[in-house]
Protein backbone atom coordinates (compact mmCIF):
# COMPACT_ATOMS: atom_id res chain seq x y z
CA UNK A 1 0.00 0.00 0.00
CA UNK A 2 1.49 3.41 -0.52
CA UNK A 3 2.27 5.84 1.86
CA UNK A 4 -1.35 8.20 2.96
CA UNK A 5 -0.66 11.77 2.45
CA UNK A 6 0.72 13.59 5.65
CA UNK A 7 2.39 10.75 7.27
CA UNK A 8 5.47 11.55 9.18
CA UNK A 9 7.58 9.65 11.59
CA UNK A 10 10.90 10.20 13.44
CA UNK A 11 13.15 8.37 10.83
CA UNK A 12 9.85 6.87 9.01
CA UNK A 13 9.18 4.21 12.14
CA UNK A 14 6.40 4.43 14.45
CA UNK A 15 6.08 2.25 16.83
CA UNK A 16 2.42 1.54 17.96
CA UNK A 17 1.72 -0.82 19.84
CA UNK A 18 3.04 -3.70 21.61
CA UNK A 19 3.06 -7.51 21.08
CA UNK A 20 0.87 -9.33 23.13
CA UNK A 21 1.85 -11.17 25.89
CA UNK A 22 3.58 -14.73 25.25
CA UNK A 23 2.47 -17.86 26.45
CA UNK A 24 5.25 -20.24 27.59
CA UNK A 25 5.55 -23.22 26.83
CA UNK A 26 8.54 -26.04 26.49
CA UNK A 27 10.56 -26.48 23.60
CA UNK A 28 11.38 -30.60 22.79
CA UNK A 29 14.87 -30.97 23.29
CA UNK A 30 15.96 -32.78 20.53
CA UNK A 31 17.45 -31.74 17.06
CA UNK A 32 19.81 -30.13 15.72
CA UNK A 33 18.27 -26.61 15.86
CA UNK A 34 17.40 -27.12 19.79
CA UNK A 35 21.15 -27.77 20.78
CA UNK A 36 21.79 -24.31 18.64
CA UNK A 37 19.41 -22.41 20.05
CA UNK A 38 20.36 -24.24 23.75
CA UNK A 39 23.74 -23.22 22.90
CA UNK A 40 22.74 -19.30 22.24
CA UNK A 41 20.89 -19.47 25.43
CA UNK A 42 23.71 -20.97 27.51
CA UNK A 43 25.98 -18.30 26.14
CA UNK A 44 23.56 -15.46 25.70
CA UNK A 45 24.13 -14.93 22.00
CA UNK A 46 22.18 -13.40 19.70
CA UNK A 47 21.50 -15.22 15.83
CA UNK A 48 23.69 -12.64 14.02
CA UNK A 49 26.66 -13.22 17.31
CA UNK A 50 26.20 -16.79 16.76
CA UNK A 51 26.47 -16.43 12.87
CA UNK A 52 29.75 -14.81 13.13
CA UNK A 53 31.08 -17.26 15.05
CA UNK B 1 18.72 -38.34 36.79
CA UNK B 2 20.10 -41.39 37.88
CA UNK B 3 22.44 -41.73 40.93
CA UNK B 4 25.35 -43.74 39.69
CA UNK B 5 24.66 -47.27 40.41
CA UNK B 6 28.45 -48.10 40.63
CA UNK B 7 27.97 -50.15 37.96
CA UNK B 8 31.22 -52.59 36.63
CA UNK B 9 30.96 -51.49 33.53
CA UNK B 10 33.90 -49.34 32.40
CA UNK B 11 31.52 -46.09 30.96
CA UNK B 12 34.42 -44.29 32.46
CA UNK B 13 36.64 -44.04 29.20
CA UNK B 14 35.04 -41.10 28.17
CA UNK B 15 36.47 -40.85 24.22
CA UNK B 16 35.54 -43.76 23.54
CA UNK B 17 31.64 -43.44 23.86
CA UNK B 18 29.22 -45.80 21.33
CA UNK B 19 26.05 -44.11 21.06
CA UNK B 20 22.60 -45.66 19.05
CA UNK B 21 19.38 -45.14 19.48
CA UNK B 22 16.68 -47.31 20.75
CA UNK B 23 12.94 -47.55 20.65
CA UNK B 24 11.78 -49.32 23.72
CA UNK B 25 8.29 -50.78 23.12
CA UNK B 26 5.81 -52.69 24.92
CA UNK B 27 5.33 -55.26 21.78
CA UNK B 28 8.15 -54.05 19.86
CA UNK B 29 11.77 -52.19 20.32
CA UNK B 30 14.43 -51.33 17.73
CA UNK B 31 17.79 -50.23 17.76
CA UNK B 32 19.77 -47.68 15.41
CA UNK B 33 22.61 -45.93 14.83
CA UNK B 34 24.08 -43.65 12.57
CA UNK B 35 26.71 -43.89 9.27
CA UNK B 36 29.93 -42.46 10.26
CA UNK B 37 30.08 -41.37 6.76
CA UNK B 38 26.22 -39.96 5.21
CA UNK B 39 25.04 -39.79 9.12
CA UNK B 40 22.40 -41.67 7.65
CA UNK B 41 20.41 -43.36 10.27
CA UNK B 42 19.95 -47.07 9.80
CA UNK B 43 18.12 -49.08 11.92
CA UNK B 44 20.04 -52.36 12.75
CA UNK B 45 18.91 -56.44 12.50
CA UNK B 46 19.28 -58.71 15.19
CA UNK B 47 20.91 -62.02 14.84
CA UNK B 48 17.55 -63.29 13.28
CA UNK B 49 17.63 -60.65 10.87
CA UNK B 50 14.45 -58.54 12.36
CA UNK B 51 14.52 -55.12 12.99
CA UNK B 52 10.97 -55.32 14.83
CA UNK B 53 12.47 -57.19 17.57
CA UNK B 54 9.74 -58.58 19.93
CA UNK B 55 10.18 -56.98 23.49
CA UNK B 56 9.20 -60.76 24.83
CA UNK B 57 11.80 -62.81 26.65
CA UNK B 58 11.16 -66.34 27.24
CA UNK B 59 12.70 -69.40 29.30
CA UNK B 60 13.20 -72.77 27.46
CA UNK B 61 14.79 -75.51 29.85
CA UNK B 62 17.18 -72.35 31.42
CA UNK B 63 17.79 -71.10 28.20
CA UNK B 64 17.24 -67.34 27.48
CA UNK B 65 15.69 -66.51 24.39
CA UNK B 66 14.75 -63.15 22.80
CA UNK B 67 13.14 -61.51 19.98
CA UNK B 68 11.47 -63.78 17.62
CA UNK B 69 12.36 -66.79 19.32
CA UNK B 70 10.59 -65.84 22.30
CA UNK B 71 7.49 -64.96 21.00
CA UNK B 72 6.68 -68.36 19.41
CA UNK B 73 6.99 -69.73 22.88
CA UNK B 74 3.94 -67.99 24.12
CA UNK B 75 2.41 -70.76 22.33
CA UNK B 76 4.12 -73.97 23.93
CA UNK B 77 5.61 -71.90 27.33
CA UNK B 78 2.88 -69.32 27.80
CA UNK B 79 3.43 -69.16 31.66
CA UNK B 80 7.88 -68.55 31.03
CA UNK B 81 7.13 -66.10 28.49
CA UNK B 82 7.30 -62.32 29.71
CA UNK B 83 5.96 -59.97 27.10
CA UNK B 84 3.80 -56.44 27.37
CA UNK B 85 6.32 -55.38 30.48
CA UNK B 86 7.67 -51.95 28.91
CA UNK B 87 4.80 -49.74 30.78
CA UNK B 88 5.16 -51.23 34.17
CA UNK B 89 7.90 -49.83 34.95
CA UNK B 90 8.29 -47.19 37.88
CA UNK B 91 4.59 -48.16 38.51
CA UNK B 92 3.03 -49.95 41.59
CA UNK B 93 1.67 -53.31 41.07
CA UNK B 94 -1.79 -51.54 41.38
CA UNK B 95 -1.47 -48.82 38.70
CA UNK B 96 -0.27 -51.24 36.02
CA UNK B 97 -3.41 -52.81 33.78
CA UNK B 98 -2.28 -56.69 33.67
CA UNK B 99 -4.47 -57.45 30.20
CA UNK B 100 -1.88 -57.52 27.28
CA UNK B 101 0.08 -60.27 29.50
CA UNK B 102 -3.13 -62.25 29.57
CA UNK B 103 -1.27 -65.18 26.86
CA UNK B 104 1.96 -65.16 28.72
CA UNK B 105 3.53 -64.91 32.03
CA UNK B 106 1.17 -62.91 34.28
CA UNK B 107 2.55 -60.67 36.30
CA UNK B 108 2.83 -60.67 40.15
CA UNK B 109 3.30 -58.21 42.96
CA UNK B 110 7.44 -57.43 43.61
CA UNK B 111 7.91 -55.18 46.40
CA UNK B 112 4.85 -53.28 45.37
CA UNK B 113 5.76 -53.17 41.35
CA UNK B 114 5.11 -55.38 38.96
CA UNK B 115 7.40 -58.45 38.56
CA UNK B 116 6.83 -61.87 36.98
CA UNK B 117 7.45 -65.80 37.94
CA UNK B 118 9.21 -67.65 35.74
CA UNK B 119 11.60 -70.88 35.54
CA UNK B 120 14.35 -69.19 34.21
CA UNK B 121 17.11 -71.61 35.53
CA UNK B 122 18.24 -75.36 34.89
CA UNK B 123 18.18 -77.10 37.72
CA UNK B 124 15.46 -79.46 36.46
CA UNK B 125 15.87 -81.59 40.09
CA UNK B 126 14.71 -78.47 41.61
CA UNK B 127 11.81 -77.02 39.78
CA UNK B 128 12.21 -73.35 41.91
CA UNK B 129 10.93 -70.48 40.11
CA UNK B 130 13.05 -67.36 39.86
CA UNK B 131 10.76 -64.12 40.57
CA UNK B 132 11.94 -61.21 38.61
CA UNK B 133 11.17 -57.60 39.18
CA UNK B 134 9.81 -55.68 36.11
CA UNK B 135 13.54 -53.86 36.31
CA UNK B 136 15.39 -57.10 36.00
CA UNK B 137 13.48 -58.15 33.04
CA UNK B 138 13.94 -55.02 31.38
CA UNK B 139 17.75 -55.05 31.92
CA UNK B 140 18.08 -58.48 30.53
CA UNK B 141 15.92 -56.99 27.30
CA UNK B 142 18.23 -54.51 26.82
CA UNK B 143 21.16 -56.42 27.48
CA UNK B 144 20.43 -58.33 24.26
CA UNK B 145 19.28 -54.85 22.04
CA UNK B 146 23.05 -54.03 23.46
CA UNK B 147 24.59 -56.83 22.44
CA UNK B 148 22.69 -57.27 18.69
CA UNK B 149 24.18 -53.65 18.19
CA UNK B 150 27.72 -54.70 19.91
CA UNK B 151 27.85 -57.55 17.61
CA UNK B 152 26.88 -55.38 14.26
CA UNK B 153 28.43 -52.08 15.16
CA UNK B 154 31.74 -54.53 16.19
CA UNK B 155 32.26 -51.90 18.84
CA UNK B 156 30.91 -52.27 22.59
CA UNK B 157 27.65 -49.86 22.65
CA UNK B 158 28.20 -48.15 25.70
CA UNK B 159 25.16 -45.50 25.49
CA UNK B 160 22.07 -44.86 23.73
CA UNK B 161 18.97 -42.49 23.60
CA UNK B 162 16.14 -43.58 24.27
CA UNK B 163 12.41 -42.86 23.27
CA UNK B 164 9.51 -42.88 25.49
CA UNK B 165 6.03 -42.08 25.23
CA UNK B 166 5.30 -38.40 25.56
CA UNK B 167 3.24 -39.20 28.83
CA UNK B 168 6.25 -41.35 30.66
CA UNK B 169 6.31 -39.76 34.23
CA UNK B 170 9.92 -39.04 35.53
CA UNK B 171 9.53 -42.36 38.22
CA UNK B 172 9.30 -44.12 35.28
CA UNK B 173 12.21 -42.71 33.49
CA UNK B 174 14.06 -43.25 36.34
CA UNK B 175 13.80 -46.78 36.41
CA UNK B 176 14.20 -47.40 32.46
CA UNK B 177 17.46 -45.66 33.34
CA UNK B 178 18.64 -47.34 36.24
CA UNK B 179 17.81 -50.90 34.37
CA UNK B 180 19.63 -49.22 31.17
CA UNK B 181 22.87 -48.84 33.56
CA UNK B 182 22.56 -52.32 34.39
CA UNK B 183 22.39 -53.32 30.93
CA UNK B 184 25.46 -51.33 30.37
CA UNK B 185 24.23 -48.57 28.87
CA UNK B 186 24.18 -44.97 29.88
CA UNK B 187 20.71 -43.27 28.72
CA UNK B 188 22.31 -39.91 27.67
CA UNK B 189 18.66 -38.74 26.87
CA UNK B 190 15.14 -39.65 26.92
CA UNK B 191 13.13 -38.62 24.14
CA UNK B 192 9.85 -38.57 23.49
CA UNK B 193 8.40 -41.12 20.45
CA UNK B 194 6.40 -38.29 18.70
CA UNK B 195 9.41 -36.23 18.48
CA UNK B 196 11.98 -38.74 17.49
CA UNK B 197 9.73 -39.80 14.95
CA UNK B 198 9.11 -36.13 13.16
CA UNK B 199 12.75 -35.67 14.18
CA UNK B 200 13.48 -38.81 11.52
CA UNK B 201 11.01 -37.48 9.50
CA UNK B 202 12.63 -34.08 8.61
CA UNK B 203 15.96 -35.20 8.78
CA UNK B 204 15.30 -37.60 5.67
CA UNK B 205 13.53 -34.84 4.10
CA UNK B 206 16.36 -32.28 5.03
CA UNK B 207 18.55 -34.61 2.83
CA UNK B 208 16.01 -34.90 -0.14
CA UNK B 209 15.80 -31.14 -0.37
CA UNK B 210 19.49 -30.60 -0.23
CA UNK B 211 21.29 -28.40 -2.64
CA UNK B 212 18.01 -26.58 -3.04
CA UNK B 213 17.11 -23.29 -1.16
CA UNK B 214 14.28 -24.92 0.08
CA UNK B 215 15.94 -26.84 2.68
CA UNK B 216 15.11 -24.17 5.19
CA UNK B 217 12.95 -25.75 7.44
CA UNK B 218 9.03 -25.04 7.19
CA UNK B 219 6.97 -23.63 9.74
CA UNK B 220 4.17 -26.30 10.03
CA UNK B 221 1.77 -27.94 12.58
CA UNK B 222 2.49 -31.65 12.73
CA UNK B 223 0.21 -33.96 13.96
CA UNK B 224 2.25 -37.30 14.97
CA UNK B 225 0.15 -40.73 15.26
CA UNK B 226 2.06 -43.39 16.98
CA UNK B 227 -0.40 -46.69 16.44
CA UNK B 228 1.37 -49.10 18.14
CA UNK B 229 0.81 -52.50 19.89
CA UNK B 230 -1.49 -52.25 22.57
CA UNK B 231 -1.81 -48.67 22.95
CA UNK B 232 -1.80 -45.66 20.30
CA UNK B 233 -0.49 -42.10 21.13
CA UNK B 234 -0.91 -39.13 19.25
CA UNK B 235 0.72 -35.33 19.05
CA UNK B 236 0.14 -32.22 17.97
CA UNK B 237 3.31 -30.83 17.39
CA UNK B 238 4.52 -26.90 16.32
CA UNK B 239 7.47 -27.27 14.37
CA UNK B 240 9.15 -23.58 14.23
CA UNK B 241 11.87 -23.09 12.61
CA UNK B 242 12.86 -27.39 13.27
CA UNK B 243 12.34 -26.36 16.98
CA UNK B 244 9.43 -29.12 18.32
CA UNK B 245 6.67 -27.78 20.80
CA UNK B 246 3.97 -30.03 21.85
CA UNK B 247 1.01 -28.67 22.46
CA UNK B 248 -1.62 -31.02 23.25
CA UNK B 249 -1.12 -35.02 23.58
CA UNK B 250 -3.75 -37.91 23.54
CA UNK B 251 -3.46 -41.40 24.57
CA UNK B 252 -5.20 -44.63 24.36
CA UNK B 253 -4.27 -47.69 26.44
CA UNK B 254 -6.65 -50.14 24.55
CA UNK B 255 -6.38 -49.49 21.15
CA UNK B 256 -3.07 -50.65 18.92
CA UNK B 257 -2.86 -53.44 16.38
CA UNK B 258 -3.67 -56.34 19.16
CA UNK B 259 -7.45 -54.78 18.47
CA UNK B 260 -7.11 -55.49 14.59
CA UNK B 261 -5.92 -59.06 15.75
CA UNK B 262 -8.78 -59.87 17.20
CA UNK B 263 -10.94 -58.78 15.10
CA UNK B 264 -9.35 -61.49 13.24
CA UNK B 265 -9.16 -63.96 15.46
CA UNK B 266 -13.03 -63.90 15.99
CA UNK B 267 -13.42 -64.04 12.29
CA UNK B 268 -11.19 -67.12 11.98
CA UNK B 269 -12.65 -68.82 14.84
CA UNK B 270 -16.23 -68.18 13.78
CA UNK B 271 -15.30 -69.56 9.58
CA UNK B 272 -13.52 -72.62 11.58
CA UNK B 273 -16.72 -73.46 13.66
CA UNK B 274 -18.52 -72.96 10.65
CA UNK B 275 -16.29 -75.83 8.56
CA UNK B 276 -16.21 -78.00 11.63
CA UNK B 277 -19.48 -78.32 13.39
CA UNK B 278 -18.51 -80.84 15.99
CA UNK B 279 -15.17 -79.45 17.08
CA UNK B 280 -14.33 -76.85 20.38
CA UNK B 281 -14.19 -73.39 20.11
CA UNK B 282 -10.32 -72.06 19.16
CA UNK B 283 -10.77 -69.50 21.21
CA UNK B 284 -11.60 -71.49 24.63
CA UNK B 285 -8.25 -73.30 25.28
CA UNK B 286 -5.26 -71.35 25.62
CA UNK B 287 -2.89 -72.36 23.39
CA UNK B 288 -4.98 -72.97 20.19
CA UNK B 289 -5.76 -69.26 21.16
CA UNK B 290 -2.52 -68.01 21.27
CA UNK B 291 -1.61 -69.66 17.72
CA UNK B 292 -4.69 -68.33 15.75
CA UNK B 293 -3.10 -64.93 17.36
CA UNK B 294 0.28 -64.94 16.64
CA UNK B 295 -1.42 -66.18 12.68
CA UNK B 296 -3.75 -63.01 12.70
CA UNK B 297 -0.81 -61.05 13.37
CA UNK B 298 0.85 -62.09 10.18
CA UNK B 299 -2.18 -62.20 8.21
CA UNK B 300 -3.01 -58.09 9.56
CA UNK B 301 0.58 -57.59 8.17
CA UNK B 302 0.18 -59.46 4.90
CA UNK B 303 -2.92 -57.48 4.52
CA UNK B 304 -1.01 -53.89 4.83
CA UNK B 305 0.74 -55.14 1.91
CA UNK B 306 -1.18 -57.22 -0.77
CA UNK B 307 -4.73 -58.02 -1.46
CA UNK B 308 -5.15 -61.18 0.53
CA UNK B 309 -3.58 -63.49 2.77
CA UNK B 310 -4.36 -66.79 4.30
CA UNK B 311 -4.31 -67.84 7.90
CA UNK B 312 -2.92 -71.62 7.58
CA UNK B 313 -2.40 -73.11 11.42
CA UNK B 314 -1.41 -76.66 12.31
CA UNK B 315 -3.58 -78.43 14.03
CA UNK B 316 -5.28 -75.46 15.84
CA UNK B 317 -7.58 -78.07 17.65
CA UNK B 318 -8.60 -81.14 18.48
CA UNK B 319 -5.93 -82.13 15.59
CA UNK B 320 -7.64 -80.41 13.23
CA UNK B 321 -5.24 -78.07 10.50
CA UNK B 322 -7.03 -74.88 10.01
CA UNK B 323 -6.77 -72.92 6.33
CA UNK B 324 -8.55 -69.72 5.47
CA UNK B 325 -7.80 -66.99 2.55
CA UNK B 326 -8.98 -63.57 4.08
CA UNK B 327 -9.21 -60.45 1.57
CA UNK B 328 -8.45 -57.08 2.16
CA UNK B 329 -12.15 -55.55 1.39
CA UNK B 330 -13.59 -57.73 4.01
CA UNK B 331 -10.81 -57.63 6.54
CA UNK B 332 -11.12 -53.72 6.29
CA UNK B 333 -14.87 -54.22 6.75
CA UNK B 334 -14.44 -55.97 9.94
CA UNK B 335 -12.23 -53.77 11.24
CA UNK B 336 -14.17 -50.71 10.01
CA UNK B 337 -14.94 -49.93 14.09
CA UNK B 338 -11.63 -49.96 15.26
CA UNK B 339 -10.23 -48.11 12.46
CA UNK B 340 -12.97 -45.30 12.82
CA UNK B 341 -11.62 -45.07 16.92
CA UNK B 342 -8.05 -44.26 15.24
CA UNK B 343 -9.73 -41.15 13.54
CA UNK B 344 -11.75 -40.67 16.53
CA UNK B 345 -8.13 -40.48 18.52
CA UNK B 346 -6.20 -37.87 16.22
CA UNK B 347 -9.35 -35.84 16.26
CA UNK B 348 -9.64 -35.17 20.06
CA UNK B 349 -5.69 -34.50 20.37
CA UNK B 350 -6.78 -31.37 17.79
CA UNK B 351 -9.58 -30.59 19.66
CA UNK B 352 -7.28 -30.76 22.90
CA UNK B 353 -4.53 -28.60 20.68
CA UNK B 354 -7.22 -25.68 20.72
CA UNK B 355 -7.15 -25.91 17.28
CA UNK B 356 -9.31 -26.92 13.95
CA UNK B 357 -8.21 -29.92 11.47
CA UNK B 358 -7.65 -26.90 8.92
CA UNK B 359 -4.79 -25.75 10.61
CA UNK B 360 -3.16 -29.36 10.65
CA UNK B 361 -0.27 -29.15 8.12
CA UNK B 362 1.31 -32.68 8.05
CA UNK B 363 -0.12 -35.97 9.71
CA UNK B 364 3.17 -37.84 10.67
CA UNK B 365 1.77 -42.07 10.85
CA UNK B 366 4.26 -43.75 13.31
CA UNK B 367 4.17 -47.13 14.82
CA UNK B 368 3.67 -50.91 13.31
CA UNK B 369 -0.22 -50.25 12.83
CA UNK B 370 0.94 -47.40 10.67
CA UNK B 371 1.47 -49.89 7.68
CA UNK B 372 -2.52 -49.89 7.38
CA UNK B 373 -3.68 -48.58 4.26
CA UNK B 374 -7.17 -47.71 5.48
CA UNK B 375 -6.05 -45.96 8.61
CA UNK B 376 -4.35 -43.41 6.56
CA UNK B 377 -6.99 -43.57 3.58
CA UNK B 378 -9.54 -43.00 6.78
CA UNK B 379 -7.25 -39.56 7.60
CA UNK B 380 -6.80 -38.66 4.47
CA UNK B 381 -10.61 -38.18 3.67
CA UNK B 382 -11.37 -36.80 7.52
CA UNK B 383 -8.85 -34.02 7.02
CA UNK B 384 -9.15 -31.37 4.18
CA UNK B 385 -6.92 -32.30 1.39
CA UNK B 386 -4.24 -29.70 1.92
CA UNK B 387 -3.33 -31.76 5.06
CA UNK B 388 -0.12 -34.11 4.13
CA UNK B 389 -0.66 -37.48 5.37
CA UNK B 390 2.63 -39.27 5.46
CA UNK B 391 2.27 -43.07 5.74
CA UNK B 392 3.79 -45.67 3.33
CA UNK B 393 0.68 -45.79 1.19
CA UNK B 394 -0.07 -42.04 0.71
CA UNK B 395 3.72 -41.06 0.25
CA UNK B 396 6.25 -42.54 -1.81
CA UNK B 397 9.35 -40.63 0.09
CA UNK B 398 7.71 -41.81 3.59
CA UNK B 399 9.81 -43.98 5.95
CA UNK B 400 9.02 -47.27 7.42
CA UNK B 401 6.39 -46.06 10.22
CA UNK B 402 7.88 -49.07 12.59
CA UNK B 403 11.36 -47.47 12.06
CA UNK B 404 10.72 -43.70 12.77
CA UNK B 405 11.13 -43.66 16.24
CA UNK B 406 14.66 -45.68 16.73
CA UNK B 407 16.06 -43.83 13.70
CA UNK B 408 14.82 -40.07 15.56
CA UNK B 409 16.73 -41.81 18.36
CA UNK B 410 19.79 -42.72 16.50
CA UNK B 411 19.80 -39.56 15.23
CA UNK B 412 19.35 -37.20 18.53
CA UNK B 413 22.14 -39.34 20.05
CA UNK B 414 25.03 -38.69 17.07
CA UNK B 415 24.19 -35.09 18.02
CA UNK B 416 24.81 -35.67 21.11
CA UNK B 417 27.25 -38.15 22.18
CA UNK B 418 30.16 -36.08 21.77
CA UNK B 419 28.96 -33.98 25.19
CA UNK B 420 29.28 -34.25 28.93
CA UNK B 421 26.78 -35.84 30.99
CA UNK B 422 26.31 -32.58 32.52
CA UNK B 423 26.18 -30.34 29.39
CA UNK B 424 23.26 -32.67 28.57
CA UNK B 425 21.17 -32.15 31.54
CA UNK B 426 21.69 -28.56 31.68
CA UNK B 427 20.38 -27.89 28.36
CA UNK B 428 17.34 -30.41 28.44
CA UNK B 429 16.33 -28.43 31.85
CA UNK B 430 16.28 -25.09 32.25
CA UNK B 431 16.59 -23.90 28.96
CA UNK B 432 13.60 -25.46 27.44
CA UNK B 433 10.78 -24.50 30.23
CA UNK B 434 11.46 -20.91 30.19
CA UNK B 435 10.80 -20.29 26.66
CA UNK B 436 8.00 -17.65 25.83
CA UNK B 437 6.08 -18.55 22.44
CA UNK B 438 4.41 -15.93 20.25
CA UNK B 439 0.33 -16.24 21.02
CA UNK B 440 -0.41 -14.35 17.95
CA UNK B 441 1.13 -14.63 14.18
CA UNK B 442 2.88 -11.64 13.37
CA UNK B 443 2.60 -10.04 9.87
CA UNK B 444 2.28 -7.73 7.25
CA UNK B 445 -0.69 -5.90 6.32
CA UNK B 446 -0.88 -5.85 2.67
CA UNK B 447 -3.04 -4.91 -0.35
CA UNK B 448 -4.36 -7.59 -1.88
CA UNK B 449 -7.45 -9.96 -2.21
CA UNK B 450 -10.62 -8.66 -3.84
CA UNK B 451 -10.84 -4.90 -4.55
CA UNK B 452 -7.63 -4.06 -3.13
CA UNK B 453 -9.29 -4.68 0.39
CA UNK B 454 -6.12 -5.32 2.95
CA UNK B 455 -4.90 -8.15 4.34
CA UNK B 456 -3.12 -10.11 6.81
CA UNK B 457 -0.31 -12.35 5.64
CA UNK B 458 1.71 -14.16 8.02
CA UNK B 459 5.28 -13.65 8.65
CA UNK B 460 5.82 -15.45 12.09
CA UNK B 461 3.81 -18.20 12.77
CA UNK B 462 1.76 -18.53 16.04
CA UNK B 463 3.08 -20.59 18.50
CA UNK B 464 6.61 -20.20 17.89
CA UNK B 465 9.43 -19.86 20.45
CA UNK B 466 11.78 -16.48 20.72
CA UNK B 467 13.62 -15.37 19.81
CA UNK B 468 12.80 -15.78 16.35
CA UNK B 469 13.66 -14.05 12.96
CA UNK B 470 11.84 -14.21 9.79
CA UNK B 471 12.26 -12.60 6.38
CA UNK B 472 9.43 -12.03 3.57
CA UNK B 473 10.13 -10.30 0.03
CA UNK B 474 7.20 -8.18 -0.91
CA UNK B 475 6.34 -6.52 -4.38
CA UNK B 476 5.55 -3.23 -5.16
CA UNK B 477 3.61 -2.71 -8.27
CA UNK B 478 3.09 1.12 -8.35
CA UNK B 479 6.74 1.85 -6.54
CA UNK B 480 6.48 5.49 -5.05
CA UNK B 481 6.16 5.66 -1.14
CA UNK B 482 5.11 2.85 0.64
CA UNK B 483 4.12 2.14 4.49
CA UNK B 484 4.46 -1.00 5.80
CA UNK B 485 2.52 -1.97 8.78
CA UNK B 486 3.61 -4.67 10.73
CA UNK B 487 0.18 -6.12 12.68
CA UNK B 488 -0.36 -9.26 15.40
CA UNK B 489 -3.34 -11.44 13.48
CA UNK B 490 -5.89 -13.75 14.40
CA UNK B 491 -6.66 -16.72 12.66
CA UNK B 492 -10.61 -18.32 12.38
CA UNK B 493 -12.50 -20.78 10.56
CA UNK B 494 -15.02 -19.24 8.16
CA UNK B 495 -18.05 -21.64 7.09
CA UNK B 496 -19.66 -20.87 4.21
CA UNK B 497 -22.16 -23.08 2.95
CA UNK B 498 -21.83 -24.31 -0.45
CA UNK B 499 -23.95 -23.94 -3.21
CA UNK B 500 -25.99 -27.55 -2.40
CA UNK B 501 -28.33 -25.89 0.11
CA UNK B 502 -31.56 -26.77 -1.42
CA UNK B 503 -32.31 -29.36 0.68
CA UNK B 504 -33.24 -27.23 3.80
CA UNK B 505 -36.09 -25.12 3.17
CA UNK B 506 -34.57 -22.49 6.02
CA UNK B 507 -32.58 -20.49 4.00
CA UNK B 508 -31.13 -18.69 6.51
CA UNK B 509 -29.15 -21.70 8.01
CA UNK B 510 -26.79 -20.69 10.80
CA UNK B 511 -23.74 -22.42 12.31
CA UNK B 512 -26.16 -24.04 14.82
CA UNK B 513 -28.33 -25.79 12.56
CA UNK B 514 -25.20 -27.23 10.46
CA UNK B 515 -23.94 -28.73 13.60
CA UNK B 516 -27.20 -30.55 14.21
CA UNK B 517 -27.25 -31.12 10.51
CA UNK B 518 -24.39 -33.52 9.96
CA UNK B 519 -22.78 -33.09 6.53
CA UNK B 520 -24.75 -29.90 4.37
CA UNK B 521 -21.89 -29.39 2.00
CA UNK B 522 -20.06 -26.71 3.78
CA UNK B 523 -16.89 -25.08 3.02
CA UNK B 524 -14.79 -24.39 5.84
CA UNK B 525 -12.02 -22.25 5.48
CA UNK B 526 -8.68 -20.56 7.30
CA UNK B 527 -9.21 -16.82 7.24
CA UNK B 528 -6.41 -14.28 8.99
CA UNK B 529 -7.63 -11.56 10.71
CA UNK B 530 -5.74 -8.11 11.89
CA UNK B 531 -5.86 -7.42 15.11
CA UNK B 532 -3.62 -5.02 16.33
CA UNK B 533 -1.19 -3.07 14.11
CA UNK B 534 2.15 -2.68 15.85
CA UNK B 535 4.36 -0.94 13.75
CA UNK B 536 4.09 1.13 10.66
CA UNK B 537 7.37 2.04 8.52
CA UNK B 538 7.54 4.53 5.51
CA UNK B 539 9.93 3.86 2.74
CA UNK B 540 9.98 6.51 -0.25
CA UNK B 541 10.48 6.47 -3.54
CA UNK B 542 10.67 2.70 -4.18
CA UNK B 543 10.89 1.80 -8.04
CA UNK B 544 7.99 0.81 -9.86
CA UNK B 545 8.10 -3.06 -9.02
CA UNK B 546 10.59 -3.15 -7.08
CA UNK B 547 10.98 -5.68 -4.20
CA UNK B 548 10.94 -4.66 0.23
CA UNK B 549 12.72 -7.20 1.87
CA UNK B 550 10.82 -7.11 5.39
CA UNK B 551 12.96 -8.72 8.19
CA UNK B 552 11.16 -8.77 12.17
CA UNK B 553 13.44 -9.67 14.88
CA UNK B 554 12.07 -11.04 17.75
CA UNK B 555 13.82 -10.58 21.03
CA UNK B 556 13.89 -12.76 23.84
CA UNK B 557 12.20 -10.48 25.93
CA UNK B 558 9.35 -9.81 23.09
CA UNK B 559 10.94 -6.70 21.95
CA UNK B 560 10.66 -6.09 18.59
CA UNK B 561 13.09 -4.39 15.41
CA UNK B 562 11.60 -4.33 12.44
CA UNK B 563 14.31 -3.82 9.56
CA UNK B 564 12.70 -2.70 6.12
CA UNK B 565 14.84 -1.87 3.15
CA UNK B 566 14.44 -1.91 -1.33
CA UNK B 567 16.25 -5.04 -2.48
CA UNK B 568 18.93 -3.63 -4.44
CA UNK B 569 18.51 -0.47 -2.88
CA UNK B 570 20.46 1.43 -0.08
CA UNK B 571 19.65 2.81 3.09
CA UNK B 572 16.24 1.47 4.38
CA UNK B 573 13.96 2.09 7.76
CA UNK B 574 15.12 0.14 11.10
CA UNK B 575 12.78 0.76 14.16
CA UNK B 576 12.63 -1.29 17.29
CA UNK B 577 9.37 -1.83 19.54
CA UNK B 578 10.02 -2.31 22.92
CA UNK B 579 8.41 -5.27 24.72
CA UNK B 580 5.21 -4.74 26.65
CA UNK B 581 5.93 -3.49 30.08
CA UNK B 582 5.37 -5.99 32.78
CA UNK B 583 2.29 -3.78 34.70
CA UNK B 584 0.60 -3.71 31.36
CA UNK B 585 0.45 -7.55 31.42
CA UNK B 586 -1.35 -7.65 34.53
CA UNK B 587 0.71 -10.24 35.43
CA UNK B 588 4.47 -10.82 35.98
CA UNK B 589 4.68 -14.48 35.50
Given at each position: PSLPDGWSAEKDFKPIDHLSAPISRAIEPVGPHFLAHARRKRHKRTFSEDERI | MSAEQGSPEPTQDQPERVAIGISFGNSNSSIAYTTAIEGKAEVIANEEGDRQIPSTL?????EEFSGTQAKAQIVRNPRDTITSFRDFLGKTFEQIDPSPCHASAHPVSVNGGAGFVVQDHTEVKQPEKSTLSVSEVTTRHLRRLKQSATDYLGKNVTAAVVTVPSDFSDEQKTALSASAQ??????????PEPIAALLAHDAKAQIAAEGGPASEHQDKIVLVADFGGTRSDVAVVASRGGMYTTLATSHDYRLGGSSLDKVLVEYAAKE???KHKTAKDPRETERSLSKLTLDAESVKKALSIGGSASFSVESLIDGLDFNLTVNRTRYELLSNKIFMAFTRLVESAVQKADLDILDIDTILLSGGTSHTPKIASNLQSHFPESTIIISPSTSSSAINPSELSARGAAIQASLISE???EQIEEST??????????????GLVVAGGAAGKEEFSVLVEPETPVPVRRTAQLTVKDGGD?????????????????EKATTNGAADSDDEDDDSDDEPEENRSKVWATQKVIAEAGLRGVKKGGKIEVQVNVAADLSLTMVCREVGGKGGVRGVVQAARVELNGNAA
Open positions: - | SYVNGKAGIEVLQFIFLKFEKEAVVTVTPHLHNAIVIIKLAEGGRSIVVSAA
